[in-house]
């Protein structure tokens, strides 16, 4: 799950997914594209609009996506078109590029919507969010469930 700083949508994927997916069987991580917020928890509104919902992000821990993650993740979901074209920037082959997708394009196939940054906006950015996130993160792992992704 990657966004810009690893602080608000990404984290939040990251969470919700862990929960609908067998920890044994898969793994789920989150990055950001820029260095801004290394070694941070997510944003503090983040943080409680996740625990309202019964989820607990605090201890997450942001980092940088790196060419790295190409081989150690599977399938690469990113929050928007800036940050698609920054991970894409980095893939070094066809196989690191088919890795990549918009996370919307779970709930809208080919719709390559970006999921809005709620950082400067209200409570109502960061629930919109939080909706987003959740469906896209149950269509993922129902694939993973039956085998389609």
């Known amino acids: 799950m990657v966004c810009l700083g690893n602080i608000c949508r990404s984290p ?5 997914l862990r929960t609908k997916v067998n920890p044994k069987m898969v793994e789920v991580d989150s990055a950001g594209t820029a260095a801004y917020h290394i070694g941070e928890a997510p944003d503090i509104r983040t943080i409680m609009h996740a625990r309202k919902k019964g989820l607990d992000i605090s201890k997450f821990v942001g980092r940088k996506f ?3 993650d190409f081989d150690t993740f599977d399938y690469i979901f990113v929050m928007d078109h800036s940050n698609l074209h920054n991970v894409k920037t980095l893939a070094r082959n066809q196989n690191d590029l088919d890795k990549v997708d918009l996370i919307l394009n ?3 196939p080919h ?3 970006d999921v809005p940054d709620p950082y400067y906006g209200g409570e109502e950015g960061f629930e919109q969010v939080y909706r987003l996130l959740d469906a896209s993160t149950q269509i993922i792992a129902e694939k993973i469930d039956n085998g389609t992704l």
């Open 66 to 68: 790196s060419v790295e």
């Open 111 to 113: 719709g390559n919507q």
């Open 12 to 16: 939040l994927a990251e969470g919700l």
């Open 106 to 108: 779970q709930i809208s």
